[in-house]
């Protein structure tokens, strides 16, 4: 099961780069699109910056963009970020029964090692190109009125 705050933080980063080009994107919008508090996702995307995934601009146009292209950006490398988030429970130093420690702990280790290998083939082009091949509509796109 993916963590919470990491499912938010990749479609927060996703979002920012399939609407680029416009200049920063606002952290309330996200917010307000993925229906969250915005201290909340402020945290995550903090993180991000100090990960170098993303840039902040400050100032009353200002936002996120991309720190990188997206091609240059794995979801992996997003994970990355939030790694050793408190939320999360690791099984390193598991002292429960041998059974646990050494029998069912290595499953979720090795599970853990190939959904690692597998995100960090896996870049922001790729899923900017599954998001325009499925049709999603860029904010851009969205906020274009032609009512007379």
């Given amino acids: 099961m993916i963590p919470r705050k990491l499912f938010y933080a990749v479609e927060a980063v996703l979002y920012i780069a399939y609407n680029a080009g416009r200049g920063p994107i606002a952290g309330r919008g996200i917010a307000a699109r993925q229906g969250l508090p915005p201290r909340y996702l402020e945290q995550l995307m903090q993180r991000l910056v100090r990960g170098g995934i993303l840039r902040s601009v400050r100032g009353p146009n200002g936002g996120y963009l991309l720190a990188r292209e997206r091609r240059r950006i794995s979801v992996g490398d997003i ?70």
């Avoid at 408190?86 to 853990?112: F, I, M, N, S």
């Avoid at 690692?116 to 851009?140: F, G, P, T």
């Fill in 79 to 148: 994970c990355g970020c939030l790694n050793g988030d408190k939320d999360e429970q690791h099984l390193q130093g598991y002292g429960g029964t041998p059974l646990g420690g050494r029998v069912v702990a290595p499953v979720w280790e090795t599970a853990k090692f190939q959904t690692m290998e597998y995100l960090q083939q896996v870049n922001l082009a790729d899923l900017c190109e599954q998001a325009m091949v499925k049709h999603i509509r860029k904010e851009s796109e969205e906020k274009l009125d032609f009512a007379i």
